[in-house]
């Protein structure tokens, strides 16, 4: 059974950081690229970084320089470092996974992140 596991969201202020974790099981975590998107109520699900199996990233604009994706192969866990966190990334974040070859994909079942004074 497959189970990405997403914990470190909470409540922090403007200008604060955060460290997101995911914990993948049930995947051979190596054989995929990993990424974590956020969801504002009302708004469309949205990529905000994303890593590749070897190890490659990408930021969204809004994120980038404030955000740092990173992976542990060996603990099967990526992470989210977020800084300097602004109201409007306020959102439930969730992980993803999807497989190198056979573009499966999974979810988890989200943290969420309130920036707010």
């Known amino acids: 059974q497959v189970q990405l596991v997403e914990s470190g969201g909470g409540l922090v202020q403007p200008g604060g950081s955060l460290r997101l974790s995911c914990a993948a099981s049930?995947?051979?975590?190596?054989?995929?690229?990993m990424g974590w998107y956020r969801q504002a109520p009302g708004e469309q699900r949205e990529l905000v970084a994303a890593?590749?199996?070897?190890?490659?990233?990408n930021y969204a604009d809004s994120v980038k320089g404030r955000f740092t994706i990173s992976r542990d192969n060996a603990e099967n866990t990526v992470y989210l470092q977020m800084n300097s966190l602004k109201p409007e990334d306020t959102a439930v974040y969730y992980c993803h996974a999807r497989h190198l070859w056979s573009a499966r994909a999974y979810w988890g079942q989200g943290t969420q992140v309130t920036v707010s004074s």
């Open positions: 890593i590749t199996s070897g190890g490659s990233t």
């Open positions: 049930g995947i051979t975590f190596r054989n995929y690229d």
